[in-house]
């Protein structure tokens, strides 16, 4: 049994991958405002713990409170994320402040605080995005969230240098388009080739393997953009 850290896990990816963790035997610390819709059972018996907590407000006192009850942490999912669909020239100071600390400065937090709990062979997989990637194409009025994830990219990258000499294993997922709430919010009426719950199947997997094949990457996963 893994013990594995997910970040906005009330809805969409997050959510149908606690579902499947769980499924498989696995305890998980969900961090994010809204409690996710969770068995009953997996409550009671100790593999599934909440803790309201506020991505944009963070209160570090309360993630080290958290992550001290843990006996050791196997995976942390970094999948928490803030999309603004706005034009360039309507983007204010507080817009690019929102996405950039929900989308990057938590999970430098998060891992910072995280770091002395991690065991000796974690996974830490952080959600980056295609619009985050060099050359891929980009979309009007996603100039925050694109960039905020193309500094996603580039930190998770700089995380694997730094803990090279460890055995932490950083990687990044760059999805392109599915069907979340938060697409459906951003661009109405666009339908995603790939649900949340079969885009979860594939995070699951890659959570529990990933480390095994893949260190300091960022992988593309990804049908359409968006």
Request: hydrophobic share 40%; net charge positive.
């Amino acid at each position: 049994m893994k013990t594995i850290v997910v970040t906005g896990g009330s809805r969409g990816i997050g959510l149908k991958t606690i579902h499947l963790l769980l499924k498989k035997g696995h305890r998980v610390l969900n961090l994010s405002r809204k409690t996710p819709e969770i068995d009953e059972i997996y409550i009671i018996t100790g593999n599934f713990t909440h803790i309201p907590f506020d991505l944009k407000n963070p209160d570090i006192t309360k993630l080290e409170d958290a992550f001290s009850q843990l006996s050791s942490i196997d995976v942390i999912f970094n999948n928490a994320g803030f999309l603004i669909n706005k034009p360039f020239a309507l983007l204010n100071k507080q817009d690019f402040s929102d996405v950039f600390q929900i989308n990057v400065f938590s999970i430098v937090q998060i891992v910072q605080t995280a770091l002395k709990y991690l065991s000796p062979k974690a996974h830490i997989v952080n959600v980056s995005s295609i619009g985050g990637l060099h050359g891929s194409q980009k979309f009007p009025g996603l100039s925050a969230y694109s960039s905020s994830k193309g500094a996603v990219t580039i930190l998770t990258e700089c995380l694997q240098a730094e803990f090279q000499d460890t055995g932490y294993t950083f990687n990044g997922l760059a999805f392109g388009a599915v069907q979340t709430e938060m697409l459906s919010e951003a661009f109405p009426g666009y339908k995603a080739p790939i649900s949340a719950a079969e885009m979860a199947e594939f995070v699951t997997w890659f959570l529990l393997n990933g480390h095994k094949f893949f260190k300091g990457k960022i992988l593309p996963v990804s049908l359409s953009n968006p």
